[in-house]
């Protein structure tokens, strides 16, 4: 992966990715890594608010393995300071705070759980608690500062709560600036969320210069869509797929996924290119590959991803039992069409 040229990298990187703010940015520091030989910071935060991790949240990791297999410096950064305040993304009310006892066992299970897919050897892993928690009243003075209350009714969880009248706590204007602040201290080249964290991101991305530090290049990934086919994977819907869940649960949820939502999942859950996958789509459009099977492969993978490419096999194996050897033309096509396009004659 190392010797790709600096277009390849970017390519690769930005695959999947809703927001690159901005691209021409991200080229210019990957053109000055392979410059000086120097990996890029990437760095990556996760507030511990829940014990497990599911197919969602490793859309979000995945990115960060992109980075390492292009030799960059991954910072898992675990919000144990920014979780007692409570991330008011997507929130209409104040969340509530964790307790210290609750965000050390959920830790514990996320570091556990992410290294499924990163590196241990090469993934940096720290808690903001070492900086945030000795910052001098002072320095919260001076930090809080470099942002105003007009700057953060910009956002539109902020700004609706404000004209409805809902109420919205002090500490919860802290929480992006918090945010922001990590990437001062950790003099992060890149950092990475979903696309509701781009407002928190983009704070990061505001204060760096006040602190004589190039600004960030924010990149976000897509929330994932449920097995449902229509809200975002989490485990209140029920759509979820669990990556600690066993090999035949995880490979049946996946193969229940809808045909359509299938290219998502491989453009998101899977290492494969942008052009790899559209060639396969191609093959399932023109007959030459049976959408199950399709969804096999891909069940496969993200097997193997969280447990073995044993039980990956075995779990194919099982499955491909009774599979259909020939394959039907998609709902809205006609038949006749095809079969002038695959000059197929078994529908006949």
């Not at 980075?67 to 104040?94: A, E, N, Y």
């Not at 191609?282 to 490419?309: C, E, M, N, W, Y």
């Amino acid at each position: 992966m190392n010797q790709l040229t600096v277009a390849e990298q970017l390519a690769y990187l930005t695959k999947g990715c809703v927001d690159v703010v901005r691209e021409s940015e991200l080229r210019s520091k990957l053109e000055r890594s392979v410059r000086t030989s120097t990996p890029l910071v990437v760095k990556v935060g996760f507030d511990p608010t829940a014990p497990d991790l599911h197919l969602g949240h490793t859309v979000l990791i995945r990115k960060m393995k992109h980075f390492q297999d292009l030799g960059h410096t991954v910072v898992f950064l675990i919000g144990d300071f920014t979780g007692l305040i409570g991330d008011p993304t997507g929130r209409s009310k104040t969340r509530p705070a964790l307790t210290r006892e609750e965000i050390d066992a959920n830790a514990e299970t996320y570091t556990r759980q992410v290294f499924t897919l990163l590196d241990p050897d090469l993934t940096v892993v720290d808690f903001n608690s070492r900086w945030l928690g000795v910052l001098t009243s002072e320095e919260w003075i001076r930090l809080t500062a470099r942002y105003n209350v007009a700057q953060m009714l910009e956002r539109r969880h902020f700004r609706q709560r404000y004209e409805k009248g809902q109420p919205i706590g002090i500490h919860e204007f802290l929480y992006p600036l918090t945010q922001g602040y990590d990437s001062v201290h950790l003099r992060a080249d890149v950092e990475l969320g979903g696309t509701d964290q781009l407002f928190n991101l983009n704070v990061g991305r505001d204060i760096m210069p006040g602190f004589e530090l190039p600004p960030q290049v924010v990149m976000t990934t897509p929330l994932l869509v449920g097995l449902d086919g229509v809200e975002k994977m989490s485990k209140s819907a029920a759509n979820y797929v669990g990556i600690a869940e066993a090999p035949n649960d995880m490979f049946g949820k996946v193969m229940s996924a809808s045909d359509d939502l299938m290219w998502s999942y491989y453009e998101l859950l899977t290492d494969l290119s942008l052009p790899e996958i559209e060639r396969l789509r191609t093959r399932v459009a023109f007959g030459d590959l049976h959408p199950k099977r399709a969804k096999l492969d891909l069940a496969q993978r993200i097997v193997a991803d969280f447990h073995s490419h044993d039980a990956a096999t075995g779990q194919r194996r099982s499955s491909s039992a009774g599979s259909p050897t020939r394959p039907s033309p998609p709902s809205s096509w006609s038949t006749r069409f095809w079969l002038q396009t695959t000059g197929s004659d078994w529908l006949k």
